[in-house]
């Protein structure tokens, strides 16, 4: 199956697009209007086609045109810079951009280079009037064509060096939203809220393909904003969200429990869930949030807690027809419990890096994707992520988790969120630093917090800094950004 064929899976069921409702045959209609005018414009099957737009019923509608027509999709994050861009334009051969309004590149002339070859198809511009258009039907493609073709090029959040592209397939996407959907068992009945941008992989292959895949309603909102979402979840009956964990924790401060009675399934994923925060939420509103983990470069999901038997901490158990292992250093699988890196084997897992062959050697090794995420396994095949390989602080020669370190900090009174991070030390070689936000009025006590972590951790484990902090910087998929406050540290140092 090719990923804009999905579309035919529903039959009257509604698809909500912030107040627009229409229904599955009215939305195959709109894809087909959209495929014919891009085809009218130039785009053809190989090319690489930029979609730079907000959540909206034109951005879903656009991205199944731009694969209908076997051309690749490459959606780029709508908060990003001109010159953010005009590198991934650059990078990935682009030479349509579809977005909500025209960039005005002149102003960065000089420093970004000419941007003549690339053709701008604004939404705003043609999107209202499609339906009064008389174009030539696009014609169809001879026997459609594999699912092994390319089918969207997903691009790292950059967090160290410059983006990647991960370069995914038709059944790359496809076999994901069947594997994820054999675990949470969505169905015709649901209606899934979609507030996670569409350009980030987890929302599009959860909140749009698996739906899709089901048969279900879907209600996609702009972005999240704490009143709109939760009037939304009344408006519409929803029944199953998709968020990150900031979510989660916004919506334990503002949120009522009859405001969520109707949802059956949370989802939580992007970063870690702090375990006080899913058993606050919890204990909140009577329902657990299911943890689950991935990245891009599979599609992006590996692993979910099934919804009858979740644990704190864990991201579940790898979903159907996908291999792991925890290896370590030699690539030797280790036994349960011991900490290595996480490796993936599947269906979903990337084609490539695009035009990267080297950083494709490295990250695909024998068929085995290399996550650079630590983790371990337990006796019941449930997998914990330990860390980023890339995050670990080695103190005295002694390696430390910040994940663990923070699990404790949330669990101090006043702590809204909290991140470690390992800065230059003299003798110890890193030591540890901690940043928390603190709720509002509250003064940070450095002895007081230091001993409640003594109490529960390791001497060396425990920060010999702590900085309190009004937000935590994190990019909109609700990631923490370490490298700011990394980046912060080493000017601090060498001022």
């Known amino acids: ?74 959606p780029i994050n709508n908060q990003l810079t001109l010159r953010e861009i005009k590198y991934i334009i650059g990078d990935a051969g682009i030479r349509y951009l579809i977005t909500m309004a025209r960039l005005d590149f002149t102003t960065e002339v000089d420093k970004l280079g000419a941007m003549e070859q690339v053709t701008q198809l604004v939404l705003s511009d043609f999107s209202p009037m499609l339906f009064e258009l008389e174009l030539p039907e696009a014609p169809k493609l001879a026997a459609e064509f594999s699912d092994e073709e390319a089918c969207a090029i997903i691009y790292t959040s950059g967090t160290t060096g410059k983006p990647k592209g991960a370069l995914l397939t038709h059944r790359n996407l496809v076999e994901n939203a069947k594997a994820f959907q054999a675990v949470l068992g969505i169905n015709a009945g649901d209606t899934v809220l979609c507030v996670l941008p569409l350009y980030h992989c987890f929302s599009w292959t959860c909140s749009i393909l698996n739906s899709l895949l089901a048969g279900a309603s879907i209600v996609v909102l702009p972005a999240f904003a704490p009143k709109e979402t939760l009037a939304a979840i009344k408006e519409y009956k929803v029944t199953v969200m998709y968020g990150v964990p900031p979510i989660y924790n916004l919506l334990l401060r503002v949120g009522e429990k009859t405001d969520l009675a109707g949802v059956r399934i949370f989802v939580s994923g992007g970063a870690s869930l702090p375990q006080p925060v899913a058993e606050q939420f919890f204990n909140k509103y009577g329902i657990n949030v299911v943890e689950g983990y ?114 404790v900090l949330y669990s101090y009174p006043g702590v809204i969120e909290a991140t470690v991070i390992g800065v230059s030390d003299s003798l110890r070689g ?62 601090e140092r060498a001022v």
Request: proline share 4%; glycine share 8%; hydrophobic share 40%.
């Open 1 to 74: 199956m090719l990923v804009h064929q999905l579309i035919n899976e529903g039959k009257d069921e509604v698809v909500a697009f912030h107040g627009k409702n229409i229904n599955y045959h009215q939305f195959k209609e709109m894809v087909g209007k959209y495929r014919n005018y891009l085809y009218y414009q130039g785009v053809r099957s190989g090319q690489n086609v930029g979609l730079f737009s907000r959540n909206s019923v034109e951005f879903v509608c656009s991205y199944m045109a731009i694969v209908s027509l076997g051309a690749v999709v490459v």
């Open 294 to 407: 991935g990245l891009s470069e599979a599609s992006p999901v590996v692993a979910l807690n099934p919804p009858e038997k979740t644990k704190y901490c864990s991201i579940g158990k790898p979903l159907p027809g996908l291999e792991v292992r925890i290896v370590g250093n030699d690539g030797e699988e280790l036994p349960f419990g011991d900490v290595g890196e996480l490796v993936v084997k599947g269906a979903s897992v990337m084609k490539e890096y695009y035009n990267l062959p080297l950083d494709t050697a490295k990250a695909i090794r024998d068929g085995w994707l290399h996550t650079g995420d630590l983790a371990y396994q337990d006796e019941e095949r449930y997998l914990f992520i330990v860390d980023r390989l890339k995050d670990m602080i080695i103190v005295n020669g002694e390696n430390v988790y910040p994940r663990e370190i923070e699990e």
């Open 430 to 491: 890193q030591a540890v630093r901690a940043y928390v936000v603190l709720t509002e009025g509250q003064r940070l006590d450095k002895k007081a917090i230091k001993g409640y972590l003594n109490a529960r951790l390791a001497g060396y484990k425990v920060p010999r800094d702590f900085v309190q902090i009004n937000q935590l910087p994190k990019n909109n998929t609700g990631k923490i950004l370490k490298r700011v406050l990394c980046e912060q540290a080493e000017n």
